[in-house]
């Protein structure tokens, strides 16, 4: 069995401890497919032993017996559970941002992965990643009349690997995964199949994240799946009610004591509810026959309760922050704090400071715990030159203006991403980690080599672009042969 991820938890929670409400339907962008998310394809235990290898779990569709299985190897660990479920949603999440390409690849790096599944930026996740992958990669599934075909209005038996195939750079010796790791995934066809014919479902993916246990984030997304009706996934239920024993087969617990179920959900339980996703869960009936009955938060109450455009959101939407995240920050922080740091803001602009995201910076002034942002002198005459130091009262680069305060990787990553996006498989994957190296160095210059990139997609000339851009990363690697 798995060692206790004490330090995975550990290192979640620090990352995790600004405490985000759910969103409404209407402030939800995001999508999940239903299918995936419905069935449930990742144990949500954090822990199985290594010879938990297969599940089965038979129900009723319509009316009509279905089946769903999972076959593993012990090699990677049993079936996928876990951080995979965090993995897998953060594939799918790229994939859409990526334009859903039809061949259903996606080309991302190992950073950019564990990004978008809200986990941290250490080698022992890079590790769970690794494995992560490969468990998605060899475990096979099969959904007997259990899969829905959007487009036929019918439930159809497919069998696929999570991930049809998987390639990637090591950048060490022990042939793992780590920052400067790019990827070719290719997801399963059913997956990307059922995602351009818009069988989804919304996903609060920064509620998703904010949770603090795997436990938590897998069962909501389950929970989540579960509210919305499998032949029109769009309007939210106001409760669900299954059998106990049903309920541990659709989580893959291991252990189908009823005793055991409840006491491996009710961490996961208490938290959903102090977050305001779940209003209560309820408990009926004894033994094998428990029913279990999960209450929503009311949708309308928490709409109700958002605040209006008040005369403070009004001028947060004038630096384009939307009227969703105006109240989160408002809801979080109180009106005073929110006011007090759209006036540094402004004085911030009015000092000669350039933001390239102005939004983003002022979201990130209002969140500032740390002191990042001190208040700054008299405006100066000029403004700060593109490539001048930033001076001593501590003003916030471009770096700064972002979302987040990001590392180098980070601004490498986004890069990357959207060369990613416009040159697909003009690059191999061991290119793209050529390429990745010379953008940590410089050369080519990130912002300069995005810019010529997104003006030869215009143009027509990215085979052009691209003949020439690995001709620039092969001088640099005859160059830095020559050098040692």
């Known amino acids: ?42 144990s949500i235990q954090e822990r199985v032993p290594d010879s938990f290898t297969s599940w089965t779990v038979d129900f009723h569709v319509e009316g009509r017996p279905a089946r769903l299985s999972c076959d593993a190897i012990p090699k990677y660990g049993g079936v996928p559970h876990g951080l995979d479920g965090d993995i897998s949603t953060a594939l799918i999440d790229l994939y859409v941002e990526d334009g859903c390409p039809e061949d ?30 490969f468990r998605l990669r060899t475990s096979t599934y099969t959904a ?107 989580c893959k617990i291991v252990d189908r004591r009823s005793n055991k179920i409840r006491s491996t959900l009710q961490g996961a339980h208490e938290e959903l509810i102090e977050r ?15 029913q279990l009955t999960y209450r929503f938060a009311d949708l309308a109450d928490r709409e109700e309760s958002t605040l209006p455009d008040s005369p403070l959101i009004v001028a947060l939407a004038e630096y384009r922050v939307s009227g969703a995240v105006a109240r989160r920050l408002i809801e979080e922080y109180g009106e005073p704090h929110v006011q007090a740091r759209l006036a540094k803001f402004v004085r911030l602009l009015d000092s000669g400071f350039k933001a390239r995201n102005r939004s983003a910076l002022l979201v990130d002034i209002v969140r ?21 130091r930033p001076p001593s009262s501590n003003m916030p680069t471009l770096v700064e203006a972002t979302d987040e305060p990001q590392p180098l990787e980070a601004q490498v990553d986004s890069a990357l991403k959207t060369l990613q ?5 003009r690059l191999s994957v061991s290119e793209y980690a050529m ?15 995005t810019r010529l990139a997104s ?28 050098a040692t």
């Open 144 to 250: 007997s009349e259990a899969w829905r075909d959007h487009r036929r209005g019918n439930w159809t038996t497919v069998t696929f690997n999570y991930l049809e195939a998987l390639e990637f750079t090591s950048g060490d010796e022990d042939l793992g995964l780590n920052r400067s790791s790019t990827l070719k995934i290719r997801l399963a066809t059913p997956i990307t199949k059922s995602i351009r014919a818009q069988y989804t479902k919304p996903l609060d993916l920064e509620f998703l994240t904010s949770l603090d246990r795997p436990l938590t984030r897998a069962l909501y997304r389950l929970l989540d799946a579960r509210r919305y009706p499998p032949e029109d996934p769009r309007e939210p239920l106001a409760s669900f009610t299954v059998n106990l024993i049903d309920w541990a087969e659709a």
């Open 276 to 290: 305001l996703y779940l209003s209560a869960v309820e408990y009926e009936g004894r033994g094998q026959k428990q």
């Open 455 to 482: 003006r030869a997609k215009v143009e027509g000339k990215l085979d052009t672009f691209t003949a020439e851009l690995l001709e620039h990363l092969g001088h640099l690697q005859v160059t830095d042969s020559a």
């Open 421 to 425: 996006f416009l040159l697909r498989e």
């Open 435 to 449: 390429l990745r190296m010379g953008l940590i160095i410089g050369q080519p210059d990130a912002q300069e080599v």
């Open 368 to 388: 500032d715990q740390d002191g990042k942002y001190p208040e700054t002198e008299a405006p100066q005459e000029k403004v700060v030159q593109k490539k001048s």
């Open 1 to 42: 069995m798995h060692k206790p991820q004490r330090e995975d938890m550990a290192l979640t929670r620090t990352k995790r401890s600004q405490k985000t409400r759910p969103a409404t339907p209407k402030e939800i962008s995001r999508i999940d497919e239903a299918n995936v998310g419905r069935l449930g394809l990742i």
């Open 104 to 133: 259903g690849t996606l080309h991302t790096t190992a950073y950019q992965i564990l990004k978008r599944a809200g986990l941290h930026d250490s080698g022992r996740y890079y590790q769970n990643l690794r494995q992560t992958l």
